[in-house]
């Protein structure tokens, strides 16, 4: 095969394989939110099918030809085509070794788990979800095995989710950081009464909440032309393409900032992927790099813009205008407060940006030993409530709200939780270097975060997948150094609970 | 090969063959609701690289060889088997003289067509879709030539939604059909007077109508597990098996039985989806049989049974008491002549059960003639008007409400429209046979339809396609005479306006 004819059989495969992908992620999105429930094993099959066509595609002779072609010349090929080319390698090189029976099953597994788990967080019923969240953790063990026979398979899961991150690196992270952050939330605890937040439980209705969703994409510029909301059971970002991104949240009536905070995250999530660059999407390296930068961006725009003083004057208004007189008695200041009141608490995605990394770490702990056979899927509810209570100092009521809570587990991404940590103190980084081209806060106060999306856009979003996520960061952030994070932190949180 | 090995093989093309459809399915139902405007061009991109890849199966080496196994072993096949296979061989047989290009062009040229139709609709600019309908035509008719090169075009057209219709057979039920109603509607629009149903054209909040349908719904007893609701321009029902059947409505606010009897017309189509025998579901036998029997399934169900007197004892009372005071000064007997106004009109799917098959005609002439190659694309916004002034009376005041109404020519559906005339005349004779098992008055004001959806199950539903349509029917109902729908608008019609 000559190279000209390989990069035709290379832009056809792109095709097709982004077809196969963006056919799977739609129906991953409706089975999340709107299909009828008793669709969940026809949907299982067919998602089964498309990722077998997928696999045979990946590892056809046809395809291995055409990289080993672009590979023997890949002196010959353009910076980004290389990198298309290397990283198909990469991934063709690790699924072949994965028999297609236990491909295919895998998949489909991970799509019935995730409609067991619905149930069985609708239900509270953990027995239900037991059986096949151990399977999970089984199957995932062995599809690390097939693709990385000589490494730990909890780090070959890390890698997958994190380019180059492994138990070593996130233990080097966790420590010092728990070691750090226990005593300063002891402070804020011992001060608890300083932040009421009750005047953010009321009944806030679901109809004008939706309305305030409306409000905060504008504000974030989410082009809406590409880009809509919907509601699921856990909240979660999914993209077909730059040109069509789903984010999705759940309205509760009793808590205002809860839908409020998914909202700011997906759609943080949701600007990275609609600002690919137009040069590489569609490729297999049109996407957003790795979830600890994705998570590094969701992370900014929740924590560091959302919970600012800054934005509480954009969203302060609107609320206390659209939902009175509930908020009538309450100060931009005590409101400002209000959204920052850190308690430790049950529900991750509900926790305070002080506490939050705890609950990854609970998480990452019990990852780390279902994976290193300490533990099993039976222990698993009791182990959750053991660490909470250590960690937390919370007793969990029931599985709905511990163990059963996230959707991670149940559709396969197992290694996935130490970004959100990661993710989180790398967002403070950026706030010192933003502040070299612009006044961040400035910017907020306009009530429009434009020029705040083109600094992520031109370093980190049109880039995809070109570069490797910790040299990404590296080129923007220089090292990364978790004690900015923690300054962060320890400044926010005396100044909010007047340590 | 050996036939085991072949039925093995067909069982693995039939799980493909789904997925692909099933996919596709999906992304056109999420392309007609709730899709960002700007996917389209991207989802026509994906939905061309699904139907290349059915393309590729169909008409692939080894599945020629199953195929060509099989058939010569048929008599050792079961009967459900064999008829798979004849039908199989039939779509291999005139999908493979396609040139996959074409194929997959036609697919995503259907696609891009229906995004700019929902547009050109919705801006009122016929000039915008113009170009894409005439090559919609254009490319249908080198389809149907590749398809059967000695057929008349249009002759193939009508025999792919309703296997053996030709040009000859729908003049011969047309121009009788027309004969008799022309008079019948010039009595009735003589005394237009007696029935005023402006009350059904006040305001009818959108939230009460959602509502409604959920009503409607369990009237009909549609399996919520298994079937949902969405909102789109032009209502449709789609299936990805019996397992998940999706039907769509269009609120108007100021019209009470639009979305009404969308929801049942499309209700009728789900339940016969939803009532595939469950040893054909997933095959390519495991659907609904033909337009016609499938419209006769809708519109019995909308219009003989929605618009009787025994079904206005069930939905009168409800909008009576959600909608108060609205129909406080309508009695039941009025609000079941209101439901039954029949008034020439613009709208098909909003016309009444009388005036409706005139509707059908005028697509129909304008269908034959844009392949006798007699009138343009451009040409046909004129026609379009000419013939509802001829036939119908009216004057078109613009394209939204003239020739840009209907998405069947947009997306493809060429040679559909005389089906939903023959489906309605069929509806009349299952009166009459039905009468020899239940009692259909009676069982209507039981306000659950559960027992006339199993005569329908155990008769027509269930079999899916094992036979050919006009067999089917006949096996239920005895020769098609459309004098019995005659009668039967004659009675109801006298009856309704005391002519």
């Known amino acids: 095969m000559k190279t000209n004819e390989a990069l035709e059989k290379l832009a056809a495969y792109e095709k097709t394989s982004f077809a196969l992908g963006h056919a799977?992620?739609?129906?991953y999105y409706d089975g999340a939110t709107i299909a009828p429930k008793g669709s969940a094993d026809i949907r299982g099959s067919t998602l089964g099918e498309l990722s077998r066509m997928g696999y045979n595609l990946t590892t056809s002779k046809e395809t291995l030809e055409m990289l080993e072609t672009l590979m023997a010349d890949k002196a010959s090929l353009d910076f980004i085509t290389a990198r298309k080319v290397s990283e198909l390698f990469r991934d063709y090189d690790r699924v072949r070794r994965i028999p297609?029976?236990?491909?295919?099953?895998?998949?489909?597994?991970?799509?019935k788990s995730d409609a067991v788990w619905h149930e069985a967080k609708e239900k509270d019923d953990f027995a239900l979800f037991e059986p096949y969240l151990q399977k999970m953790f089984d199957t995932a063990k062995r599809i690390a095995l097939y693709m990385e026979p000589d490494k730990k398979p909890y780090d070959t899961m890390l890698d997958m989710f994190e380019r180059g991150l492994d138990t070593e690196k996130c233990e080097a992270f966790f420590i010092p950081?728990?070691?750090k952050l226990v005593p300063l939330i002891q402070k804020v605890t011992a001060k608890a009464d300083q932040v009421d937040d009750t005047p953010l439980k009321q009944s806030f209705p679901v109809e004008t909440q939706r309305r305030f969703s409306e409000f905060l994409m504008d504000v974030m510029e989410l082009d809406r032309n590409h880009c809509l909301i919907g509601e699921t059971e856990h909240p979660f970002t999914i993209n077909f393409s730059k040109y069509d991104v789903r984010i999705t949240t759940h309205y509760h009536e009793d808590m205002l900032v809860s839908s409020l905070y998914s909202v700011i995250h997906e759609g943080g999530h949701a600007l990275y992927e609609?600002?690919?660059g137009n040069?590489?999407?569609?490729?297999?390296i049109g996407g957003g790099v790795s979830m600890a930068i994705h998570e590094s961006q969701s992370r900014f725009y929740e924590n560091i813009i959302g919970r600012s003083r800054e934005f509480c004057g954009i969203i302060y208004p609107w609320l206390k205008k659209e939902f009175a007189p509930r908020?009538?008695?309450?100060t931009e200041d005590a409101f400002y407060r209000m959204i920052n009141k850190s308690t430790p608490s049950l529900i991750?995605?509900?926790?305070?940006?002080?506490?939050?990394?705890?609950?990854v770490m609970i998480r990452y702990e019990l990852e780390k030993r279902m994976f290193d056979g300490t533990l099993t899927a039976k222990q698993l509810p009791a182990e959750w409530n053991r660490l909470y209570k250590e960690y937390l100092g919370v007793d969990v009521p029931n599985d709905r709200k511990g163990v059963l809570q996230d959707s991670h587990w149940s559709n396969g991404n197992i290694g996935y939780f130490p970004s959100y940590a990661i993710g989180s103190a790398y967002s403070a980084q950026y706030i010192i270097e933003m502040s070299k081209n612009l006044n961040l806060w400035e910017e907020?106060?306009?009530g429009r975060l434009g020029k705040i999306n083109a600094w992520f856009e031109d370093r980190i979003w049109k880039h995809g997948k070109t570069y490797d996520p910790g040299k990404l960061f590296e080129s923007v952030c220089g090292n990364f150094n978790p004690d900015v994070y923690i300054s962060y932190l320890e400044k926010k949180f005396t100044e909010v609970y007047g340590l």
Chains 1, 2 share one sequence.
């Open 24 to 27: 799977a992620g739609l129906m």
């Open 100 to 111: 297609v029976d236990e491909y295919v099953a895998w998949q489909e597994l991970a799509a």
């Open 177 to 179: 950081l728990r070691a």
């Open 274 to 276: 609609l600002h690919i």
């Open 279 to 284: 040069d590489i999407t569609f490729t297999n």
């Open 327 to 330: 908020l009538d008695n309450v």
């Open 348 to 359: 991750r995605t509900e926790a305070d940006e002080l506490t939050y990394s705890l609950h």
């Open 444 to 446: 907020i106060k306009s």
